[in-house]
């Protein structure tokens, strides 16, 4: 380890030592997580964004290497083409598919090279190994019943280690970080005619150009499911102290948990 990276992370580890010995405060994010969440976040708003701009030209999706109108589509969105081109939710607002190829493409980097320091700085600073490790005992069916149950209840905090993810949150973030995250980056380098000539074994990983624009739609849809479940819990659990601890890493317990 880099020597500037040692005592950077040592730092922060002193850091968040003290903050755990304040009453009632405990150090839940570091700053690469806080950084990169931040990144991602107006990253995946934009890439989603133009993203159906560029589903609009053709808003059929099929299984294989080729796909026309005239060839079975396992799912025709077709019907929700004018809807889809409102301008609502599109980048740019109006129907222009090379403009919302080149949001795409240029975020699509952006999100790319994020996740790689991202994941570089969270095996330097530990993150993934104190934070999203899975154990085994973790994923016993008894323990992720009661874990639901729990969140049913709005029931998120662990009183005896506050900072502690529960299972559910270390399932979803080591989904999101390590699988549909990668799966769309790699299915976008396959849908790229200039890496199917540089990769063609990329292309043919996926099935073919169709299977991997199914696939990357898939993914997509998966995370906008995540976004939407990961907002409403936010909220549940108290958006002001859940933002302020994404923005300076401090987490306040609620008094009663205490």
Same mark, same amino acid.
Do not use: C
């Given at each position: ?15 968040? !030592? ?11 994010? !570091? ?20 993203? $159906?701009?560029?589903?609009? =030209?053709?808003? %059929?999706?099929?299984?294989? =290497?080729?796909? =026309? ?32 190829? %080149?949001?795409?493409?240029? /975020? ?15 095996? $330097? ?7 999203? !490790? ?7 069916? %008894? ?9 049913? !209840? /709005? ?7 506050? =900072? ?15 699988? $549909? ?24 990983? /996926? ?5 991997? %624009?199914? $696939? ?43």
């Amino acid at each position: 380890m880099p020597a500037a990276s040692a005592s950077a992370s040592d730092a922060e580890e002193t850091v968040a !030592r003290n903050l755990r010995q304040l009453p009632g405060h405990v150090y839940r994010h !570091r700053l690469a997580t806080r950084l990169w969440h931040w990144l991602t976040a107006v990253t995946i708003f934009v890439m989603i964004g133009s993203g $159906i701009g560029i589903l609009n =030209a053709h808003p %059929r999706l099929y299984w294989g =290497a080729y796909g =026309a109108n005239f060839d079975h589509a396992w799912l025709d969105l077709s019907s929700y083409k004018d809807w889809m081109r409102s301008g609502i939710f599109t980048i740019p607002r109006n129907y222009n598919l090379a403009l919302s190829r %080149r949001w795409h493409l240029t /975020f699509a980097l952006v999100l790319g090279f994020a996740l790689l320091a991202f994941m570089v700085a969270s095996l $330097i600073n530990r993150h993934f190994q104190r934070d999203l !490790r899975v154990r085994a005992k973790e994923v016993a069916p %008894r323990h992720l019943i009661a874990d639901a149950a729990a969140h049913a !209840r /709005f029931d998120f905090l662990n009183p005896d280690d506050p =900072a502690r993810y529960n299972t559910l949150q270390k399932l979803s973030y080591v989904g999101v970080i390590f699988l $549909i995250l990668p799966l769309m980056i790699l299915t976008g380098l396959a849908l790229s005619p200039g890496m199917d000539a540089a990769w063609p074994w990329l292309l043919e990983l /996926f099935g073919g150009r169709q299977s991997a %624009r199914s $696939i990357h739609f898939i993914a997509a849809s998966a995370l906008v499911a995540f976004i939407v479940i990961h907002l409403a819990l936010v909220i549940l659990a108290g958006p002001i102290g859940e933002v302020r601890s994404m923005l300076t890493g401090w987490w306040r317990v609620p008094e009663d948990d205490r």
